[in-house]
């Protein structure tokens, strides 16, 4: 099936003074509002708000609404309790990552906030059969906004998505390093669902109680330093999620047989994912940042070891990206990051190791070359 063509959404505030908009996934909102570095040390305070109405909402109602989710998606979401937050991944046969949706189901409605609403509304309505259910693409109707908040959303409080990385849920693996020692350990984050029409009164009541309003310069750079992975930047057709890191928070290891199942079975318990996340550290004696989809090499005129999949200016850490790398990448080189006929120096921080061993990787029973050959073959 393919993905119907986005729908770029105004918002409002772009009509503050100083509003620059947004390119990309992004389009239609702040990219900053005059001064990104003030913003993003206002959201590492606590003390700001992020529009980010340019995600899409899904709702899916009816009595069948979450074991049917949990049939088809990644995640263990039978008998998931009211205002609780998980997210989950639809994957292709093969294991592919095809949409990604932070899950919160409020008692009668389960909501889905996606990058792919309308490609993940149409493949969710042609799943349904026979099934008590009924999904609707409302992005027309709510918009979102992100909150530097580590909290659920409360009884009296609107529809609120608390993102819980790097913590493992149950069920879950890292490859990566401890909830503890993870770079994103400290950063506190959430997604509040708001009547589109309402959008410009909800950051007024933030504003009103002290907070700034900060842009998607701001909030990239923050989840960049968290090691977060983001479906439109970090995902193409042929990612799993295991080369993400992402089976900490999106994937249940135990439950009952979904599509791509057995692939990220296969992966996990026998190979080693093709390629691997890797967080860039960029030389930042130039004023461009390269832009994602920039090829990186070990060198300059260098065989492509991957691609960088997105990039900020950090207020403390300077100029950062994320980048998949193959795996056979070796740890402790310098990379060349291509930029507008030039080359940006980085050195990487390991984020998923090129063993691709989980923790908690079953003992392998004999040789595990025919495992890894089938993991390997990208």
């Known amino acids: 099936m393919s993905e119907p063509t986005p729908v770029v959404r105004r918002s409002p505030l772009l009509d503050r003074h100083g509003a620059v908009a947004g390119t990309g996934a992004d389009a239609g909102v702040a990219w900053h509002y005059g001064d990104p570095t003030a913003e993003q040390r206002a959201l590492v305070r606590g003390a700001a ?54 899950v919160v189901d409020d008692g009668t409605v389960t909501w889905l906030i996606t990058e792919t609403a309308p490609g993940l509304a149409a493949w969710l309505d042609s799943m349904r059969f ?42 879950g693996t890292r490859y990566g390093p401890s909830d503890e020692e993870h770079p994103g350990a400290d950063r506190a984050w959430r997604l509040v669902l708001v009547p589109r029409g309402e959008l410009l009164r909800e950051v007024a009541a933030r504003e009103a109680a002290g907070w700034s309003l900060a842009g998607t310069w701001a909030s990239e750079a923050l989840r960049i330093e968290a090691w977060r992975p983001r479906f439109s930047h970090e995902v193409d057709h042929r990612t799993l999620p295991h080369e993400l890191d992402w089976l900490r928070t999106a994937v249940h290891l135990n439950k009952g047989c979904y599509r791509g199942q057995e692939t990220i079975a296969r992966v996990h318990n026998l190979g080693r994912p093709p390629r691997r996340l890797v967080m860039l550290h960029l030389d930042g ?18 065989p492509v070891l991957g691609v960088l999949t997105s990039s900020a200016r950090h207020h403390e850490l300077g100029p950062v990206a994320l980048a998949v790398l193959k795996r056979s990448a070796p740890v402790d080189l310098d990379l060349i990051v291509d930029e507008d006929g030039g080359a940006v120096a980085a050195a990487q921080d390991v984020v998923v190791p090129p063993d691709g061993v989980s923790v908690d990787r079953p003992a392998p029973r004999g040789p595990l070359a025919p495992g890894l050959r089938l993991a390997d073959q990208r």
């Open 130 to 171: 026979m099934l008590r259910v009924e999904v609707a693409d409302v992005t027309d109707d709510w918009a979102v906004l992100g909150e530097p908040v580590a909290a659920e959303g409360g009884a009296d409080e609107l529809v609120t998505w608390h993102d819980l990385w790097p913590r493992v849920a149950v069920g």
């Open 49 to 102: 708000v992020v529009d980010q109405s340019q995600l899409g909402v899904v709702t899916v109602t009816g009595p069948d609404r979450l074991t049917w989710l949990h049939s088809i998606t990644s995640q263990q979401l039978t008998g998931l309790a009211p205002r609780t937050s998980t997210e989950t991944l639809v994957l292709s046969p093969n294991g592919h990552i095809e949409h990604a949706a932070a």
């Open 285 to 302: 004696s130039g004023h461009l940042l390269p832009e994602p989809g920039a090829s990186v090499r070990a060198q300059a005129d260098g």
